[in-house]
């Protein structure tokens, strides 16, 4: 079964998606901000608006080409992920910071991570699946 998005997903529900990513990242570059002092607030907003941008275009993508139930499931699920590391190589390279390569982007971030890293992972992943659930 496919679902066919072009019959249930109107401009009029792009513009709220799009408007509700908005919000949220910027919320979410705010709080950022104020647990790691790390960078400007424009850093940290320019953050969370590409990742949050990159976890909805990623969660409709997904969702556009599931031919089942099961396979729209693994997709949203795989797609919160896929967004935040997207969304942080666009956002890296488009503040002129050093991209890095998956392995040794988890390995700074899992190992080496500045004061606030975790809190701005875990708020990342909590607020990507809530943005993906609505």
Not at 99 to 118: C, F, H, K, N, W
Request: with cysteine; proline share 4%; hydrophobic share 55%.
């Amino acid at each position: 079964m496919r679902v066919k998005y072009d019959k249930l997903l109107t401009w009029r529900d792009v513009r709220i998606f799009a408007l509700a990513t908005f919000a949220i990242s910027v919320v979410l570059g705010i709080v950022h901000q104020a647990i790691n002092t790390q960078g400007t607030l424009l850093q940290h907003l320019v953050f969370s608006n590409i990742i949050g941008f990159s976890i909805c275009i990623s969660c409709l993508g997904f969702a556009r080409f599931a031919r089942s139930p099961k396979l729209l499931i693994l997709g949203l699920v795989l797609a919160v992920p896929f967004g935040i590391w997207i969304g942080r190589t666009l956002a890296h390279a488009y503040l002129g910071f050093p991209v890095r390569s998956i392995p040794r982007a988890l390995a700074e971030a899992y190992l080496g991570m500045p004061q606030g890293t975790s809190a701005m992972m875990v708020t990342g992943l909590i607020f990507g699946a809530i943005i993906t659930v609505f």
